[in-house]
């Protein structure tokens, strides 16, 4: 899968949509290190298109970049990966996002707002969902 990288980018260098869904939906491994390439964009935000072909994939290697990226973002960043492990549903993830949501209750402290309350869990078929309470 050499040709992968040439492939994944368009024209503009950026990826291209339909190329990472497709890498995300055939769930071979070897898309793995391309992905990983294309995961941050150029302002250093994760890319959500990458993020749920990794959830995807669910081929071994795939939760360790998505759980790295999890300490280094913040905001909306930060939801996107965790839905993405959360699509993901590998249980290696549940503890570092537990983690994450005492963090995220700690920073919240004195806002008024708990910035964990828009992180609802539910296992269903192996995976947990996660999503915006309604």
């Not at 040709?3 to 503009?12: F, K």
């Not at 190329?19 to 995300?24: I, N, S, T």
């Not at 300490?71 to 549903?89: K, N, Q, T, Y």
């Amino acid at each position: 899968m050499d040709p992968l990288p040439a492939v994944l980018a368009g024209p503009d260098g950026e990826p291209d949509a339909k190329v990472v869904h497709a890498l995300g939906s055939i769930g071979d491994a070897r898309a793995l290190e391309p992905l990983v390439e294309f995961l941050l964009s150029s302002d250093g935000t994760p890319r959500r298109d990458v993020l749920w072909a990794l959830a995807d994939l669910r081929a071994p290697g795939t939760v360790q970049p998505l759980l790295d990226l999890l300490s280094r973002s913040d905001g909306e960043s930060r939801l996107s990966v965790v839905r993405a492990l959360g699509r993901h549903g590998d249980p290696a993830a549940v503890g570092p996002l537990l983690d994450m949501l005492a963090l995220m209750a700690v920073e919240s402290r004195g806002t008024g707002r708990p910035s964990w309350r828009p992180w609802v869990f539910w296992g269903t078929a192996g995976r947990w969902n996660l999503s915006w309470p309604s």
